[in-house]
Structure formats: structure tokens, C-alpha cells
């Protein structure tokens, strides 16, 4: 069983920017994907950044060239960082691993509200 801890969530003006933190409580070097959702009411979940083990990324359109995600294995903790918030950033947002053999779990979420 893995525990993601989620941090970083707020209230911010459009054009403004946010850090968003996810720690697991297992090593993060042992996690296949590390991974950010956002929901809002109505609507599915949707996948906004994930970053394999292998250092790769990648992004939804929405978010391109905004947000960026990282890990630090030294502090063992996920990142999303969000710049150029728009009201349509607005949701809450998730941590999700994914650890072989495909097993997901998920942060209690994070609300992120964009004032315009």
C-alpha cells in the first residue's frame, strides 16, 4: 500500500502561480509513474502531467508550456509547478503513482482555485 501526501493547493489571480507537492510514503525512485489529475464537478478526471521513473514527461495540451513536473528523489516528493494560472485551472487536483504490476493510487486531492 502506498500513501501520497498532497500539499500546495490554494486560492491565486489569474496570471499567478502555484506549487503543488506529493510525497509517498515509499521510496519515489520505486514508482513507475508519478502523476497529476484534476477534476472539477461534471466532468471526468483528467490527466494533467505524469513523469516515468525514466525521466520522461508529459503533458495535457491545456497545461503546455505552464506547469511542470518533477520529482526529487533526495527530498522524495513529486512536483507540480503551475505558472499563468487561468479560472479554467480551477479544480482539484490528485497525486497519482502507478507502481508494477499496475497497481494506482491516488493523494486525498488539493483544491486549486483561480480567481479572475
Do not use: H
Amino acid at each position: 500500500q502506498v500513501q501520497l501526501v498532497e500539499s500546495g493547493g490554494g486560492l491565486v489571480q489569474a496570471g499567478g502561480s502555484l506549487r503543488l507537492s506529493c510525497e509517498p510514503s515509499v521510496n519515489i525512485g520505486s514508482v513507475n509513474v508519478m502523476a497529476w489529475y484534476r477534476a472539477t464537478p461534471g466532468k471526468e478526471r483528467e490527466l494533467v502531467a505524469d513523469s516515468t521513473s525514466g525521466g520522461r514527461t508529459s503533458y495535457a495540451d491545456s497545461v503546455k508550456g505552464r506547469f511542470t513536473i518533477s520529482r526529487d528523489n533526495a527530498k522524495n516528493t513529486a512536483y507540480l509547478q503551475m505558472r499563468n494560472l487561468k479560472p479554467e485551472d480551477t479544480a482539484v487536483y490528485y497525486c497519482n503513482a502507478w507502481k508494477l504490476p499496475g497497481i494506482n493510487y491516488w493523494g486525498q486531492g488539493t483544491q486549486v482555485t483561480v480567481s479572475s
